[in-house]
């Protein structure tokens, strides 16, 4: 369960920094 956790957390960071790059591109 906790593998989940981190693998979703680490998939909506991942998600977050490529909209913050596409947003100041």
């Known amino acids: 369960a906790e593998n989940l956790v981190l693998?979703?957390?680490s998939e909506f960071l991942g998600y977050a920094v490529n909209l913050l790059?596409?947003?100041t591109e």
């Open 21 to 23: 790059q596409a947003g």
């Open 7 to 9: 693998w979703a957390r």
